[in-house]
């Protein structure tokens, strides 16, 4: 925001580097990246054509010049120097020379000087040379002489009881003259005040009086939008605000949110009013209450770029939103003599009432929705291994009755099996009796078939157990997979389960 000498930060203090030769490098200012801060927004321009490179027979003869303060202005390159943004140069003045600082050139400057109204014509300073060190030395020595003379003029005006506020001193780069801005509501009489600081301080004495929002411009500071103020970074039209600028926009007269840092109205009052004027103009104007059967109804609040009018009865507490064609028409039917029933019973713009005000991630809210609704509709996640799903629904057969399929790898033993069928109910809902099931004879995929019965044939024995020889390899893969889970079923059905009351 600013270097250290001084409040605004465009005094061009000078950083001393004696490694650089460059003069726009070495010195500090705006766009000069000298200061520790990188520089101030003090009433800087872009120069967007400066990497178009141009002869110097066809560029603009004329530059612009930034002084401490913001201050600019207009300057003659008559000896065609190579000048670069940023550069200080020696100016010409009326009473001696100043240093400022290259804010603008080219193109850029002739559309400056018409928007401000200045001819090429007319009488400019000329620009001398670029600034050598000992000029830079003088310069920040006058710099350093700006604080300490404020302060001291403030003391001589207490003791002149002088209606003043000086607000800035500016020494020229010759210390040959010295500029007092001040600021007050009528007109003073400095005659003796100027006579005791030319005695003191040995200079030429000029008293320039200024603005509230002239010296806020000048100061610079942060706004209540939490940026910087406007006139300290690019207004320097100053347009008179009036009060009804504020009751265009419906905004509550209240002087400590619409005032500014200079005391003045905010400047960014205008800066909305015209398209609430073309906004208005479509509104009626309601000077009396509607009248209705059930009573007058007074105009409360107005919302002018959704064109409703809310009134209320005097007696209660509701607004009524009606539309501002309804609000017409009402006043057309009071004109004539007639009074509509009520404001409850006229047909509102419910659209505009209940309406949602559109979010600006309504896509992505809308894409959370129709993810949410299918992770609904798809419910838990089946496994991906289909031999395992089929293997679960197996295990819970839709009839209770044959669910017992003849199992391989166990002995041939038809008591065994009965047994395991007969302690199971054939109805699954009806109440198990809280006894403790026979002991089931279990057998391990591993383990070696019983012997066989005296008369009997090994090929008899695959056929009555319906499965695979334990001699070949894709059966006991088979069957040890199945036997777990065949296994982990039998825990579970051999808990005795409550009993029914």
């Given at each position: ?56 027979s066809s560029r603009f003869g004329v530059i612009e010049v930034k002084f401490k303060g913001g201050r600019k202005e ?7 120097l190579d000048l670069y943004t940023g550069d200080f140069v020696v100016c010409e003045m009326p009473t001696g020379f ?190 009396r209450s509607l009248k209705t059967e059930k009573g007058d109804a007074t105009l409360q609040k107005t919302d002018i ?197």
């Open positions: 925001m600013a270097c250290g000498q001084c409040s605004s930060g465009g005094c061009g203090n000078i950083k001393n580097v004696a490694e650089e030769k460059s003069n726009h490098k070495t010195t500090a200012g705006c766009s000069s990246g000298g200061c520790s801060t990188g520089g101030c927004n003090k009433m800087n321009s872009f120069d967007w054509l400066s990497n178009m490179e141009s002869p110097k207009y300057f003659k390159n008559k000896s065609n100043h240093i400022g600082s290259v804010s603008l050139q080219g193109e850029l400057v002739r559309l400056q000087m018409i928007k401000k109204g200045i001819k090429e014509s007319d009488e400019l300073a000329v620009i001398h040379r670029l600034a050598t060190e000992k000029d830079l030395e003088k310069h920040s020595q006058a710099i350093n002489r700006d604080l300490p003379t404020m302060y001291r003029t403030r003391e001589i005006c207490k003791e002149l009881k002088l209606n003043l506020k000086l607000s800035e001193v500016e020494f020229q780069s010759d210390n040959s003259k010295a500029t007092f801005f001040y600021s007050a509501d009528d007109r003073v009489d400095f005659r003796e005040l100027i006579k005791m600081l030319a005695g003191e301080f040995k200079v030429r004495i000029e008293m320039r009086q200024i603005s509230l929002r002239q010296e806020a411009g000048r100061l610079g500071g942060i706004g209540s939008c939490g940026r910087e103020l406007c006139c300290s970074t690019w207004l320097s039209d100053f347009k008179t605000i009036p009060t009804a600028a504020a009751r265009y926009q419906n905004l509550s007269l209240n002087p400590a949110k619409l005032s500014g840092q200079c005391g003045r109205l905010k400047c960014c009052l205008n800066y909305e009013l015209e398209t609430y004027i073309d906004a208005i103009r479509d509104i009626p104007v309601v000077d770029f959704r064109r409703i009018m809310w009134f209320s009865y005097p007696n209660e507490t509701n607004w009524y939103p009606i539309n501002c064609a309804q609000v017409a028409e009402i006043q057309k039917m009071n004109a004539a003599g007639k009074k509509p029933v009520g404001l409850e019973n006229l047909v509102e713009i419910s659209e505009f009432v209940s309406a949602k005000p559109t979010s600006i991630n309504n896509d992505l809210e809308r894409l959370d929705k129709k993810y949410h609704q299918n992770k609904k509709k798809s419910g838990p996640k089946k496994p991906n291994n289909p031999n395992v799903r089929n293997e679960g629904n197996a295990a819970k057969p839709a009839n209770p009755q044959n669910h017992q399929q003849p199992r391989p790898n166990q002995p041939n033993n038809p008591n065994v099996r009965n047994e395991g069928n007969a302690a199971k109910p054939a109805n699954p809902q009806q109440p198990r009796p809280n006894q403790p099931r026979p002991p089931q004879q279990q057998t391990r995929p591993n383990q070696p078939r019983p012997p066989l019965v005296e008369g009997g044939t090994a090929s008899s024995i695959p056929a009555q157990t319906g499965g695979n020889p334990a001699g070949t390899a894709e059966g006991s893969t088979e069957n040890k997979s199945r036997n777990k889970k065949r296994k982990k079923n039998r825990n579970n059905n051999n808990r005795p389960d409550k009993p029914a009351i």
